[in-house]
């Protein structure tokens, strides 16, 4: 039986200047997906070879707004309104100092978008969102996205700020579990977006605005993953905060342990940005010695989610058998399959299983050249990013959002959550199944429709980029039914109070200890591995570099 404190704890409610500053972002957030998710849908058709962009409109174009606008608009305002809110909610309002670096930092980003949208749309910057040199985009667009990352450190300023007056007001004590692993992923972000930061500013826009001839395409694309790929857990991340502390609340049982969940968080930090070379398997210039180093510490990485995972079975099964279920598998039944809040992320959960093992093959040396480039790679990441986290952040925008608006979700809207859910898995295991399949076919990735000359081979593909067409035409009716329960949320739905939902951990848990907070030990292993990844094929690569790229506009 919940106690009158708890349920006070429930409905701890997240300040309403703190609730504007998280909802400004989820507003771009979806926005974004209205407008990502039709360039998809576009993309989807054109590869069928069964339509033909209108007005002069290119593919390239296309792709680009929608890999820019959901990989990384989407994703990165979404994690921000989010993690604004789950400071707030677990460690106080923010100073009015903190929330003025929350405002500028979402000014920077969106002035940062916009400016790097308009050149996209021009068609001055249609690079796709790796942005690889020696393709060439318009100065603007690279300065637009320098603000978005400008932007998100200022932001994130705020977040810390929040954490390290928590820890000052409560010394030797762990701090609030989901606030830490906020500050866990900032702090992996920054690290991260330093790479992205230094290739933009000192290799891109100089040479986009002229002031040198050429660049060094592999130091170029070497920042940019050593980014590129704790990117991915950046958005990852946030969808394990939902995991580990709101689902076990949802379910109404205990995050099984406070030290693992904070274990799992800190391994991340360590292991997922020395790790980059896996993206440049197939890349001259980088010797096998520091390619295979990077695998191996690429495997590393898999073993936080593996945390993840046991975690999660635990927190279900010790749930499941409170409530009555019996035998190897009784407990699941007792799960509550028609709450929105724990269905849909659940989904994501269970398409991790397939995406995860997929990241696996793609990391394995030998496996690598088989799928690198091919459209195996796009079905590997529709299902992690676009499913995983994608239906994790809708799972939590259905408490999150009427919990900031002061309104509830009504039993109809909690039944079209489900049904969107179900949209979204019929249309993905379309989608992403068809890729995978012809990606192990040979089918390129990042390619416009092709007969390639009338190749048998190719056109054995069509018949898949068909059904991809189907899936993706699936997904953007999902895509309406989010956003029509996303307005619901914001101005129609009752008022009223939802709760943002926080475990509590298990009594049976380990104390936590102080250790798994101690940012010295795991900052200095963080950089001692960074170091160690990077410095000698970093130092080869600039000794040891061909002529630079002039720049290309090859649409
Ligand atoms: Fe990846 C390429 C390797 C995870 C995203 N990845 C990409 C790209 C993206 C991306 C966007 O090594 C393309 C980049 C580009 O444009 O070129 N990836 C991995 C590995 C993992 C991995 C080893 N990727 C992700 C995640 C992403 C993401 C997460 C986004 C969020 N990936 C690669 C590699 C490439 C790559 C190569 C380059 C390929 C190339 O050649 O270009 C691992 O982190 C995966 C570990 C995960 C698991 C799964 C654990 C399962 C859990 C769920 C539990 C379920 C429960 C429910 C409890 C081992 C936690 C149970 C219910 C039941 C009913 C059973």
Same mark, same amino acid.
């Given at each position: 039986?919940?106690?009158?404190?708890?349920?006070?704890?429930?409905?701890?409610?997240?300040?309403?200047?703190?609730?504007?500053?998280?909802?400004?972002?989820?507003?771009?957030?979806?926005?974004?997906?209205?407008?990502?998710?039709?360039?998809? $849908?576009?993309?989807?058709?054109?590869?069928?070879?069964?339509?033909?962009?209108?007005?002069?409109?290119?593919?390239?174009?296309?792709?680009?707004?929608?890999?820019?606008?959901?990989? $990384?608009?989407?994703?990165?305002?979404?994690?921000?309104?989010?993690?604004?809110?789950?400071?707030?909610?677990?460690?106080?309002?923010?100073?009015?100092?903190?929330?003025?670096?929350?405002?500028?930092?979402?000014?920077?980003?969106?002035?940062?978008?916009?400016?790097?949208?308009?050149?996209?749309?021009?068609?001055?910057?249609?690079?796709?969102?790796?942005? /690889?040199?020696?393709?060439?985009?318009?100065?603007?667009?690279?300065?637009?996205? *320098?603000?978005?990352?400008?932007?998100?450190?200022?932001?994130?300023?705020?977040?810390?700020?929040?954490?390290?007056?928590?820890?000052? *007001?409560?010394?030797?004590?762990?701090?609030?579990?989901?606030?830490?692993?906020?500050?866990?992923?900032?702090?992996?972000?920054?690290?991260?977006? $330093?790479?992205?930061?230094?290739?933009?500013?000192?290799?891109?826009?100089?040479?986009?605005?002229?002031?040198?001839?050429?660049?060094?395409?592999?130091?170029?694309?070497?920042?940019?993953?050593?980014?590129?790929?704790? +990117?991915?857990?950046?958005?990852?991340?946030?969808?394990?905060?939902?995991?580990?502390?709101?689902?076990?609340?949802?379910?109404?049982?205990?995050?099984?342990?406070?030290?693992?969940?904070?274990?799992?968080?800190?391994?991340?930090?360590?292991?997922?940005?020395?790790?980059?070379?896996?993206?440049?398997?197939?890349?001259?210039?980088? !010797?096998?010695?520091?390619?295979?180093?990077?695998?191996?510490?690429?495997?590393?990485?898999?073993?936080?989610?593996?945390?993840?995972?046991?975690?999660?079975?635990?927190?279900?099964?010790?749930?499941?058998?409170?409530?009555?279920?019996?035998?190897?598998?009784?407990?699941?039944?007792?799960?509550?399959?028609?709450?929105?809040?724990?269905?849909?992320?659940?989904?994501?959960?269970?398409?991790?299983?397939?995406?995860?093992?997929?990241?696996?093959?793609?990391?394995?040396?030998?496996?690598?050249?088989?799928?690198?480039?091919?459209?195996?790679?796009?079905?590997?990441?529709?299902?992690?990013?676009?499913?995983?986290?994608?239906?994790?952040?809708?799972?939590?925008?259905?408490?999150?959002?009427?919990?900031?608006?002061?309104?509830? +979700?009504?039993?109809?809207?909690?039944?079209?959550?489900?049904?969107?859910?179900?949209?979204?898995?019929?249309?993905? *295991?379309?989608?992403?199944?068809?890729?995978?399949?012809?990606?192990?076919?040979?089918?390129?990735?990042? !390619?416009?429709?092709?007969?390639?000359?009338?190749?048998?081979?190719?056109? !054995?593909?069509?018949?898949?980029?068909?059904?991809?067409?189907?899936?993706?035409?699936?997904?953007?009716?999902?895509?309406?039914?989010?956003? /029509?329960?996303?307005?619901? $949320?914001?101005?129609?739905?009752?008022?009223?109070?939802?709760?943002?939902?926080?475990?509590?951990?298990?009594?049976? *848990?380990?104390?936590?200890?102080?250790?798994?907070?101690?940012?010295?030990?795991?900052?200095?292993?963080?950089?001692?591995?960074?170091?160690?990844? /990077?410095?000698?094929?970093?130092?080869?690569?600039?000794?040891?570099?061909?002529?630079?790229?002039?720049?290309?506009? +090859?649409?």
């Amino acid at each position: 039986m919940t106690t009158i404190k708890e349920r006070a704890q429930d409905f701890v409610q997240v300040d309403k200047r703190d609730a504007k500053l998280a909802l400004a972002h989820i507003y771009v957030a979806f926005i974004a997906l209205l407008l990502g998710g039709l360039a998809g $849908l576009l993309q989807t058709l054109v590869r069928s070879g069964q339509f033909t962009l209108p007005w002069g409109i290119g593919y390239y174009q296309v792709l680009t707004v929608h890999g820019v606008l959901l990989g $990384l608009i989407l994703t990165t305002y979404f994690i921000f309104g989010f993690q604004i809110a789950a400071v707030s909610r677990t460690s106080g309002t923010l100073t009015n100092k903190q929330r003025t670096l929350g405002w500028i930092g979402f000014w920077t980003m969106t002035i940062g978008t916009t400016a790097a949208a308009i050149m996209v749309l021009l068609n001055e910057a249609s690079v796709l969102y790796t942005f /690889y040199a020696p393709l060439q985009a318009h100065w603007i667009f690279y300065v637009g996205l *320098a603000l978005v990352v400008v932007g998100s450190w200022i932001g994130g300023a705020g977040q810390i700020g929040k954490y390290i007056e928590w820890r000052k *007001a409560n010394p030797g004590q762990p701090s609030p579990l989901l606030t830490f692993m906020v500050v866990v992923n900032l702090a992996m972000w920054i690290v991260c977006s $330093l790479g992205v930061a230094v290739e933009v500013v000192f290799q891109l826009i100089p040479w986009s605005l002229g002031w040198v001839d050429t660049v060094n395409v592999l130091l170029s694309r070497t920042l940019f993953w050593y980014f590129g790929h704790p +990117l991915v857990y950046f958005w990852l991340l946030p969808a394990y905060m939902v995991w580990y502390v709101v689902i076990p609340k949802v379910i109404g049982g205990k995050i099984f342990s406070d030290s693992l969940a904070r274990l799992s968080f800190m391994l991340f930090l360590l292991f997922s940005i020395p790790v980059g070379f896996h993206h440049q398997l197939t890349e001259p210039g980088i !010797s096998s010695f520091w390619k295979f180093l990077q695998v191996v510490l690429t495997l590393m990485v898999v073993i936080p989610s593996l945390l993840t995972a046991f975690s999660l079975f635990a927190s279900f099964e010790i749930r499941g058998r409170a409530l009555g279920g019996k035998g190897l598998f009784g407990w699941v039944k007792q799960l509550p399959w028609k709450d929105a809040r724990f269905l849909v992320p659940f989904i994501g959960m269970v398409a991790f299983i397939p995406g995860g093992a997929g990241g696996i093959i793609n990391a394995s040396h030998q496996m690598n050249q088989l799928i690198h480039n091919t459209i195996w790679v796009t079905g590997h990441f529709h299902l992690t990013v676009a499913t995983t986290v994608v239906l994790t952040f809708f799972g939590a925008a259905y408490w999150l959002i009427p919990h900031l608006t002061g309104r509830v +979700l009504t039993k109809q809207m909690n039944r079209l959550a489900i049904i969107q859910a179900i949209v979204w898995t019929v249309g993905m *295991a379309i989608m992403s199944g068809s890729m995978h399949i012809i990606g192990l076919f040979g089918a390129p990735r990042r !390619s416009d429709f092709s007969t390639y000359g009338g190749s048998e081979q190719a056109a !054995s593909w069509i018949p898949y980029q068909i059904a991809q067409a189907v899936g993706g035409t699936i997904l953007f009716i999902g895509i309406i039914l989010v956003l /029509y329960i996303v307005a619901n $949320l914001i101005w129609f739905a009752p008022k009223g109070q939802t709760e943002f939902p926080v475990g509590e951990v298990s009594e049976n *848990a380990e104390k936590t200890p102080m250790a798994l907070e101690n940012w010295k030990i795991w900052l200095t292993i963080c950089i001692a591995l960074i170091l160690f990844a /990077y410095s000698v094929p970093v130092i080869e690569i600039i000794r040891d570099a061909p002529p630079g790229s002039k720049g290309y506009k +090859l649409w």
